[in-house]
């Protein structure tokens, strides 16, 4: 079956702070992106590969890859407005081909700030959506909850109820974009919660704990350490 991995880093990066978006901060020699994107190519050098961008960091990111050497080819999207946008549009470019082809695609969708995606959570997320159409990895939490009730208090909830939804998240490609033609609401936190919308059900397989989204400052400490083992 055609693989796709719809990999979105058309985002500002507001959480992390500074003039770079944090998708091109430097970690070992490379932008973190560049990490993510040769993760996917690594796991198989026949994945297409969509890059949704920011329009005003296309050019810097063609300079970074020529400079560095980027292994993986790409094709390069605009980024939208919301990460549901971002998704919309790198469905956009891949649309007509899938269907022309008459053959059953898989599509990914990942993070181009979770560089840290094992291949073998690669590998179990693209197995499952071909047995079911629609998986989430997700990670069990280790922490204990409380939950905030509308008094102020709060109480403990049974923390084996909860998971932290990760991606890439992998769908059928008639599954993912039947559901990204809904328009948007802000409960579309990620594809899993689109694809549901659409009336699917969404299978979940396990992360690994290193699939950390680098979100803020101490993400990319965090990162960084990740890197020097
Ligand atoms: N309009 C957007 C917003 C986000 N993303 C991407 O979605 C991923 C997860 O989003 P998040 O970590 O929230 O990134 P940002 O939106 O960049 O961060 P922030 O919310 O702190 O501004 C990132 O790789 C980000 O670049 C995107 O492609 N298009
Ligand atoms: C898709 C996601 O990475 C799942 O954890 C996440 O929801 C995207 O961004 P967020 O803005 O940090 O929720």
């Known amino acids: ?13 507001l959480r992390m702070g500074g003039d770079l978006p944090k998708q ?16 996917f190519w ?8 969509i890059l949704v961008l ?6 810097y990111w063609k300079m970074l890859c020529k400079e560095i050497g980027c292994k993986a080819p790409h094709r390069i999207v605009n980024g939208g407005e919301t990460r549901f946008h971002s998704v919309q549009n790198g469905l956009n470019a891949i ?8 053959e059953k695609a898989l599509i ?26 629609a998986v989430v990895p997700a ?25 932290a939804v990760h991606t890439p998240q992998v769908f059928a490609s008639d599954i993912l974009i039947r559901a990204y033609q809904q328009p948007y609401t802000d409960t579309f936190t990620d594809d899993a919660s689109v694809v549901e919308a659409a009336g699917f059900q ?11 989204k680098i979100t803020t400052p101490f993400d990319l400490t965090v990162a960084r350490a990740l890197f020097q083992e």
Not at 42 to 49: A, K, V
Not at 144 to 156: E, F, H, N, V
Not at 202 to 212: D, F, T
């Open 139 to 163: 990670l069990p939490m280790i922490d204990s909850l409380r939950m905030k009730q509308a008094d102020g208090s709060s109480c403990p909830v049974d923390r084996s109820r909860y998971y």
């Open 108 to 133: 990914a969708v990942h993070d181009g700030v979770r560089p840290f995606v094992s291949p073998e959570v690669i590998a179990a997320c693209f197995a499952k959506a071909e047995e079911t159409g």
């Open 1 to 13: 079956m055609k693989r796709y991995v719809i990999i979105v880093a058309g985002g500002k990066g």
């Open 24 to 39: 091109f901060i430097p970690m070992a020699g490379k932008p973190i992106l560049m990490h993510t994107v040769e993760k």
């Open 54 to 59: 920011p329009t005003d960091h296309q050019a």
């Open 202 to 212: 969404v299978a979940m397989v396990l992360s690994n704990r290193e699939n950390i």
């Open 42 to 49: 690594r796991w198989d050098n026949q994945m297409n590969i």
């Open 95 to 102: 649309r007509e081909e899938i269907e022309a082809s008459g």
